[in-house]
């Protein structure tokens, strides 16, 4: 079990959450990269699928992880000629979306006790409403969603996004708990400027005062105050 350190979590009043990979798995997401785009490909130009899915991640990596257009589904449909595939190929994510199970649950809890609950994250927003259209009973706890790549134009969850997030909300950095599964850009970015950030780690792997291994352990963190 986390300790709150020398934190004190009286002043909180918002909650900010990663997205894939602490609110949703990351799957849906990687069976658009690495086979819808491919499947599509090879059946526009008609090559093998074998072929179109060398191709599609030989172009994937000719583009920096740095440039904002690598994270963006337009972008991608765009240079390969798919874009009027668009709509298709997002709802065809559909039946392998899901949430991890005590989502629903902690964001109820963190509601009844008047705390706000943000999207922070670096997955684009096509995703993110790909999950909203399947649980849309989750969308009302959500006051605001932020994507860096598709809000902002910032490839990452920079200190820059963070501050424009806190200043959007009209908060100080230590009235944010932000939680997500990236060391860097979940934990080590937000905690520099005064978020009270803890790293979540599903696999319950790494041991840490500021590790979590379930959303659960949130609540034990925000609400006993």
Do not use: Q
């Not at 069976?31 to 819808?36: A, N, R, S």
């Amino acid at each position: 079990m986390c300790t709150f350190l020398t934190w004190s979590m009286s002043e909180v009043s918002v909650v900010s959450l990663d997205f894939a990979g602490t609110i949703a798995p990351k799957d849906f997401i990687d069976y658009f990269w690495l086979t819808l785009i491919p499947k599509f490909y090879s059946l526009k130009y008609g090559v093998g699928i074998e072929e179109a899915y060398r191709y599609v991640i030989s172009e994937y990596e000719s583009v920096s992880t740095d440039d904002v257009n690598w994270y963006l589904p337009n972008y991608w449909l765009e240079r390969f000629g798919l874009i009027e595939y668009r709509d298709v190929m997002l709802s065809m994510l559909n039946d392998y979306v899901t949430v991890y199970s005590e989502v629903p649950t902690v964001l109820t809890k963190l509601r009844e006790n008047g705390i706000e609950i943000v999207i922070v994250s670096n997955t684009a927003i096509e995703f993110i409403d790909v999950f909203f259209n399947k649980y849309g009973e989750l969308r009302k706890f959500f006051s605001k969603v932020y994507s860096c790549v598709s809000h902002f134009g910032i490839p990452r969850k920079s200190k820059e996004f963070y501050l424009r997030v806190i200043e959007d909300l009209g908060v100080k950095p230590s009235n944010v708990v932000h939680v997500g599964d990236d060391v860097v850009y979940d934990f080590e970015v937000p905690r520099s400027l005064g978020i009270k950030a803890y790293l979540l780690d599903r696999s319950g792997k790494r041991k840490s005062p500021l590790t979590i291994s379930s959303l659960t352990e949130l609540l034990d963190l925000v609400l006993k105050k």
